[in-house]
Antibody, heavy 119, light 110 residues
Framework: QVQLQESGPGLAKPSGTLSLSCAVS?????????WTWVRQPPGKGLEWIGE???????NYNPSLRSRVSISVDKSKNHFSLQLSSVTAADTAFYFC????????????WGQGTTVTVSS | EIVLTQSPGTLSLSPGESATLSCRAS???????LSWYQQKPGQAPRLLIY???SRATGIPDRFSGSASGTDFTLTISRLEPEDFAVYYC???????????FGQGTKLEIK
């Protein structure tokens, strides 16, 4: 079955860059799906960060666009998130997910990884 | 920018009862990109409903979704103990591409 697994440092320094990867298994990153990042601050709701297609086409949340970059690595079948100029407000659980071509929903999610921004 | 408002914030019910969760959009939207998710503590969200009323794979028919104008409803009949969780609605807008989540409804055991 399709599985997604986030990985990356659990700690980022203020004003630094947060970097995470999402490994995809059971599906090809080059399939007709979009791949996305969603985050959830502790005790709060879900916030969409951005998405990428295997062609490299990206869409970002306007509120984060100036600081976000999502990329895809077809050779490793994974996609990545970089968020720059982080502050404590970026402390959250970060999830990666798949958006199937037939719908605008997120049907498969990774288990999530927590990132704390602190010096 | 579309805002999704979920109500109630918290719903207290007993197993066996039915739950009705509401999600209202701030402006007229297409119903096709409306989804519902269930999230339990420490877990990722799980897709329940997409395109307003289609159940995702493996979701029991106790879960149903409907749409009327800017109002979307998730109904859970015959509540099971494992249904008590937080539920989020989510909408996709294409101009510009944007995924918006509601703030969530917590369904708790009474």
């Amino acid at each position: 079955q399709v599985q997604l697994q986030e990985s990356g440092p659990g700690l980022a320094k203020p004003s630094g860059t947060l970097s995470l990867s999402c490994a995809v298994s059971g599906d090809s990153i080059s399939s007709n799906n979009w791949w996305t990042w969603v985050r959830q601050p502790p005790g709060k709701g879900l916030e969409w960060i951005g998405e990428i297609f295997h062609s490299g086409t990206t869409n970002y949340n306007p509120s984060l666009r100036s600081r976000v970059s999502i990329s895809v690595d077809k050779s490793k079948n994974h996609f990545s998130l970089q968020l720059s100029s982080v502050t404590a407000a970026d402390t959250a659980f970060y999830f990666c997910a798949r958006i199937p071509s037939y719908s605008s929903c997120m049907d498969i999610w990774g288990q999530g990884t927590t990132v704390t921004v602190s010096s | 920018e579309i805002v999704l408002t979920q109500s109630p914030g918290t719903l207290s019910l007993s197993p066996g009862e039915s739950a009705t969760l509401s999600c209202r959009a701030s402006q007229s939207v297409s119903s096709s990109p409306l989804s519902w998710y269930q999230q339990k503590p420490g877990q990722a969200p799980r897709l329940l409903i997409y395109s307003a009323s289609s159940r995702a794979t493996g979701i029991p028919d106790r879960f149903s979704g409907s749409a009327s104008g800017t109002d979307f409803t998730l109904t859970i009949s015959r509540l099971e103990p494992e249904d008590f969780a937080v539920y989020y609605c989510q909408h996709y807008g294409s101009s510009p591409p944007m995924y918006t989540f509601g703030q969530g409804t917590k369904l708790e055991i009474k």
